[in-house]
């Protein structure tokens, strides 16, 4: 049996929807009732419910915080790709590291980076790919990535950073075999990072909206992309103002293309589009 939109009730929707606000902020508007429908209706059958009702009676029990966590799981869109939005890495890379590194190194700290919405790893994976290279011109920085994001499995994937060989779209034909090994047997057609690579990158879970960061504060470079747009503009508020305390002075967060801080009150320098900068 499978569960479609005309099962699922303006009721129980508006349940749904409002856990899965209180949990991630992410906004579910009335017009997400067919995509909340198609998203559950396998797991739905997984976990041997026979109504999307008898789905919410199982997330109201105590102690359904994994299941709720599946839940946001199944409705987050995790979409992602190595170097997604080029112009973010080529504006790091060209314009701002030059300086950012040369200030680590005088701090004696490594250079901090956040993808605060990794998703499955593609961009904390750029991200550190653009660090390595940049040690190779500029020997004697050292940086760290921090990637995290609201889904454990999408975290586990991260974690392993294997993908799918024709699905890594690099700026450089020169960094594949730089920074990722070729899978053989099971694993032929697929690459995977390079421990050397890995082991700057930590993976931890992080909602957004949770009352303290479990990443150092006084950050150099935060990508929080993609992800604000399924807020609102309340949240969008609280999380840009939380970013900016994040980042050390001098320090850059980066969004979206698609989003802006446009409309919001913050203290940021607009840089490039996406690009913002906490003032020194
Ligand atoms: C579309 S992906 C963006 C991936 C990457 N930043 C990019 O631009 O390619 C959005 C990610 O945000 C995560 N997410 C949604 N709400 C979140 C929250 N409250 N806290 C942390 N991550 C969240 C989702 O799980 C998903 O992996």
């Not at 950073?161 to 024709?166: C, F, K, P």
Request: aromatic share 10%.
């Amino acid at each position: 049996m499978l569960f479609s939109e005309t099962e699922l009730s303006a009721a129980t929707f508006a349940f749904l929807a409002g856990l899965v606000y209180d949990r991630s902020r992410i906004r579910l508007g009335p017009d997400k009732r067919a995509l909340v429908a198609g998203r559950l209706a396998r797991h739905l059958e997984m976990r041997g419910c026979a109504s999307f009702d008898a789905y919410c009676e199982r997330l109201r029990r105590p102690g359904a915080d994994d299941e709720i966590g599946t839940l946001i799981d199944l409705i987050a869109t995790n979409h992602t790709q190595f170097f997604r939005e080029p112009a973010h890495f080529d504006i790091l890379s060209r314009e701002l590291l030059p300086t950012l590194t040369a200030r680590a190194v005088a701090a004696a700290h490594p250079l901090r980076v956040w993808s605060a919405a990794a998703a499955s790893g593609e961009e904390p994976y750029s991200l550190a790919i653009v660090m390595a290279e940049q040690t190779r011109q500029q020997p004697g920085f050292t940086w760290e990535v921090h990637a995290s994001d609201i889904s454990r499995r999408m975290l586990d994937r991260c974690r392993l950073g294997i993908y799918d060989a024709d699905k890594v779209k690099l700026p450089d034909p020169g960094l594949l075999p730089r920074y990722f090994r070729k899978g053989f047997g099971q694993r032929e057609g697929c690459v995977r990072l390079k421990p050397e690579i890995r082991r700057h990158v930590t993976v931890e879970h992080v909602n957004l909206f949770q009352p303290t960061y479990p990443v150092p504060r006084a950050l150099d470079i935060v990508f929080c992309r993609n992800v604000m747009i399924y807020f609102d503009v309340d949240s969008r508020q609280e999380l840009v103002a939380r970013l900016f305390d994040q980042l050390a002075p001098g320090g850059y967060l980066f969004v979206g293309h698609a989003e802006s801080l446009l409309g919001l009150a913050h203290r940021f320098e607009t840089v490039r589009p996406g690009v913002y900068r906490r003032p020194t």
